[in-house]
C-alpha cells in the first residue's frame, strides 16, 4: 500500500490511529503516490469503470 499522505509504501504495522489521525490533518501527497505506484509498475486509474445504459 502507498500512503496517500505520505507518498511512501508502507509495510501495515504503522497504520495506527496515530497515523489515521495524522492523516486527517495532513495535505495529501496522491501524485507522489501514484508516481511510485507507476515505478513498480502498478496501474493505477482515477477514471469510474465505463458502464452501459
Known amino acids: 500500500m502507498v500512503s496517500a499522505m505520505t507518498g511512501e509504501l508502507l509495510?501495515?504495522?504503522?497504520?495506527?490511529?496515530?497515523?489515521?489521525?495524522?492523516s486527517l490533518r495532513a495535505p495529501v501527497q496522491f501524485?507522489?503516490?501514484?508516481?511510485v505506484l507507476g515505478g513498480r509498475g502498478t496501474a493505477c486509474s482515477s477514471?469510474?469503470?465505463r458502464t452501459r445504459c
Do not use: I
Not at 11 to 22: F, I, M, V
Not at 31 to 35: D, I
Open 31 to 35: 501524485s507522489r503516490a501514484v508516481e
Open 11 to 22: 509495510e501495515g504495522p504503522e497504520l495506527d490511529a496515530g497515523y489515521w489521525y495524522a
Open 47 to 49: 477514471r469510474p469503470p
